[in-house]
């Protein structure tokens, strides 16, 4: 359905489309280096800041378990500091 209609059919005012970016090959280069394990600590501490700014949404707290699961080590005797500081700031 274009927006021309479903601005008709809702009752919304149609807003204008953004304008068209040219694409350049710089737009699909990778980054130089990458660290998942550092990302998805970032992931976790983002994930548990807007917990805590909205502790009535489960999907937050979904994600933020969800996360803080894949940090998790594989060996239980073993625990990261950060996400031992993590992991006490949920409980």
Same mark, same amino acid.
């Given at each position: 359905?274009?927006?021309?209609?479903? @601005?008709? *059919?809702?009752?919304?005012?149609?807003?204008? #489309?953004?304008?068209?970016? /040219?694409? $350049?090959? =710089?737009?699909?280069?990778?980054?130089?280096?990458?660290?998942?394990?550092?990302?998805?600590?970032?992931?976790?501490?983002?994930?548990?800041? @807007?917990? *805590?700014?909205?502790?009535?949404?489960?999907? #937050?707290?979904?994600?933020? /378990?969800? $996360?803080? =699961?894949?940090?998790?080590?594989?060996?239980?005797?073993?625990?990261?500091?950060?996400?031992?500081?993590?992991?006490?700031?949920?409980?």
């Amino acid at each position: 359905m274009c927006r021309r209609c479903l @601005a008709v *059919r809702t009752g919304v005012a149609a807003r204008p #489309l953004p304008p068209v970016r /040219r694409v $350049t090959p =710089a737009d699909f280069e990778q980054p130089a280096k990458l660290d998942p394990v550092a990302e998805l600590h970032q992931l976790a501490a983002d994930a548990l800041a @807007a917990y *805590r700014a909205d502790t009535s949404n489960a999907m #937050l707290l979904r994600e933020c /378990r969800a $996360t803080l =699961a894949l940090l998790l080590p594989k060996d239980a005797g073993k625990r990261d500091a950060d996400l031992t500081g993590l992991l006490s700031a949920l409980g």
